[in-house]
């Protein structure tokens, strides 16, 4: 019978420390190699992408176009300057007194074909008396002489298209007979309006 000391083992009962650990898994090392190997080519193509993407959109920004929108919506204007004091104060014995005269002036645009400037007065003047207008017209178009001002609207200047003139005189005549009596100073409104 063979007795061993206390705290030996047999030559053949030793063991490598390395044999106590799990062996090494070649499959698990390469699932991994490829999993990285995969991560980093979609990083790769996700930032050539993004890299053709920016670049594509810094194309677009060469060149831009957009909408606009334009109108030219039909015009007809008038403006008068000046106005006008009429006094009649002298007659030549024998006859009914002396008309007088006095004139403004007034520019137009329209944009637009055959118009025509009418022209009114708000109250009708009394009886024997008369005030009448002798509109300049602008070119191509006519003016009519001597039109009386009534409260009924009458055509001064007619045939206008597509005109713009300015310091078109506006001529005024008084008159009245020894039969209308005194008229103390009264102003009358006389209304020129662009129409058809």
């Known amino acids: 019978m063979q007795f061993m000391a206390s705290g030996t ?17 070649l499959t698990v090392c390469t699932r991994r190699y490829n999993t990285m190997n995969r991560t980093l080519r979609a990083f790769a193509l996700a930032m050539f992408v993004a890299l053709g993407v920016s670049h594509v959109a810094f194309a677009q920004t060469d060149t831009e176009g957009h909408t606009v929108t334009m109108e030219v919506a039909a015009i007809n204007v008038l403006a008068i ?18 008309p007088v005269s006095g004139s403004a002036s007034y520019a137009v645009t329209t944009n637009e074909s055959a118009k025509k400037i009418t022209a009114e007065i708000d109250t009708n003047l009394p009886a024997n008396m008369s005030l009448v207008v002798d509109a300049a017209a602008p070119l191509g178009a006519t003016g009519s002489t001597d039109v009386a001002l009534t409260e009924t609207a009458s055509d001064v200047v007619t045939g206008m298209s597509t005109i713009a003139a300015s310091g078109l005189a506006l001529n005024y005549t008084f008159s009245a007979t020894a039969a209308a009596g005194k008229l103390v100073s009264t ?4 209304t020129y309006t662009i129409t058809n």
């Open 9 to 25: 083992r047999k030559a053949d009962d030793t063991r490598f420390e390395s044999e106590d650990r799990p062996p090494i898994s």
């Open 81 to 98: 300057t000046g106005d006008v004091t009429l006094t009649i104060d002298q007659a030549t014995p024998g006859s009914d007194p002396d």
């Open 187 to 190: 102003g009358y409104t006389v």
